[in-house]
């Protein structure tokens, strides 16, 4: 699946984006209202489709996209022989490029819409504007991009050191973060490619899950039943990721 940045990102859904709107993603919300309503007038409202890739390794990330409702973006590596394994996913806490200072920095994965949802766009260099401007802007995101940095590299220690069953665990609980509801609309192959396994090997995983009464499985999506159970099934990087994200941005409900 190679589209890059030629591809539009998404069906616009409409004009001017209001501040309400621009709230419903959260690292948005956390901003002053002065700077939320210098920048607001630079936004427009997406609908992101599940299998979108926003932007592919190499590419400069010309716009900035901001989750908002139950859209979830993965950022992954590609491997020569087409492989991916997710190194991290955002949702409506957090932002898809424009994390970094400005500058042709090209981008190192692929970024690709896991569940399909609304966003935010920016252009990036219009974002980085708004960070010289408004120091408020900046901090938040610097500090994003911390906790960003924290994700990725608790998902090394994770697909190296625990089993499939802890890690699936993780991600479902992350992405019923991210989502804001209990049904997910995923695939086993969609879960199978963001963990790096076969597709064999989560079937049984979540046919585990499902007899432990954690989840339900249903035609192209997966029900969070007993979510305190999941996260007892899960390794200890989901709460590790989380608290440091909460230490970092205590104003962020992610």
Same mark, same amino acid.
């Given at each position: @699946? $190679? @589209?890059?940045? +030629? $591809?539009?990102?998404?069906?616009?859904?409409?004009?001017?984006?209001?501040?309400? =709107?621009?709230?419903?993603?959260?690292?948005?919300? =956390?901003?002053?209202?002065?700077?939320?309503?210098?920048?607001?007038?630079? #936004?427009?409202?997406?609908?992101?489709?599940?299998?979108?890739?926003? #932007?592919?390794?190499? %590419?400069?990330?010309?716009?900035?996209?901001?989750?908002?409702?139950?859209?979830?973006? +993965?950022?992954?590596?590609?491997?020569?022989?087409?492989?991916?394994?997710?190194?991290? +996913?955002?949702?409506?806490?957090?932002?898809?490029?424009?994390?970094?200072?400005?500058?042709?920095?090209?981008?190192?994965?692929?970024?690709?819409?896991?569940?399909?949802?609304?966003?935010?766009?920016?252009?990036?260099?219009?974002?980085?504007?708004?960070?010289?401007?408004?120091? =408020?802007?900046?901090?938040? #995101?610097?500090?994003?991009?911390?906790?960003?940095?924290?994700?990725?590299?608790? $998902?090394?220690?994770?697909?190296?050191?625990?089993?499939?069953?802890?890690?699936? =665990?993780?991600?479902?609980?992350?992405?019923?973060?991210?989502?804001? $509801?209990?049904?997910?609309?995923?695939?086993?192959?969609?879960?199978?490619? @963001?963990?790096?396994?076969?597709?064999?090997?989560? +079937?049984?995983?979540?046919?585990?899950?499902?007899?432990?009464?954690?989840?339900?499985?249903?035609?192209?999506?997966?029900?969070?039943?007993?979510?305190?159970?999941?996260?007892?099934?899960?390794?200890?990087?989901?709460?590790?990721?989380? %608290?440091? #994200?909460?230490?970092?941005?205590?104003?962020? %409900?992610?």
């Amino acid at each position: @699946m $190679s @589209m890059g940045q +030629s $591809s539009a990102p998404g069906r616009q859904m409409g004009g001017l984006v209001d501040i309400a =709107a621009l709230r419903g993603n959260r690292l948005l919300a =956390a901003l002053p209202g002065a700077a939320l309503l210098d920048i607001a007038p630079h #936004f427009r409202h997406l609908l992101l489709e599940r299998g979108r890739v926003l #932007f592919e390794p190499g %590419d400069d990330v010309e716009t900035t996209h901001l989750p908002s409702g139950g859209a979830m973006v +993965s950022l992954v590596l590609v491997t020569r022989d087409g492989r991916e394994v997710e190194c991290a +996913s955002i949702g409506r806490e957090g932002a898809v490029g424009g994390i970094v200072s400005a500058g042709n920095k090209p981008a190192y994965g692929r970024a690709v819409v896991q569940i399909a949802g609304p966003a935010l766009a920016i252009p990036t260099e219009r974002l980085e504007r708004a960070k010289r401007h408004h120091p =408020a802007i900046s901090d938040l #995101f610097s500090r994003y991009a911390d906790a960003l940095l924290a994700q990725v590299m608790q $998902s090394v220690v994770c697909n190296a050191l625990h089993p499939v069953e802890q890690r699936a =665990a993780r991600w479902l609980l992350s992405t019923h973060d991210r989502a804001g $509801s209990d049904l997910l609309r995923l695939t086993q192959q969609g879960l199978a490619e @963001m963990l790096g396994v076969q597709r064999t090997t989560v +079937s049984g995983v979540a046919k585990t899950l499902e007899v432990r009464g954690l989840i339900r499985q249903h035609h192209g999506a997966v029900e969070i039943l007993d979510r305190a159970g999941l996260e007892e099934a899960c390794c200890e990087c989901y709460r590790a990721v989380e %608290d440091h #994200f909460t230490t970092l941005l205590p104003e962020v %409900d992610g």
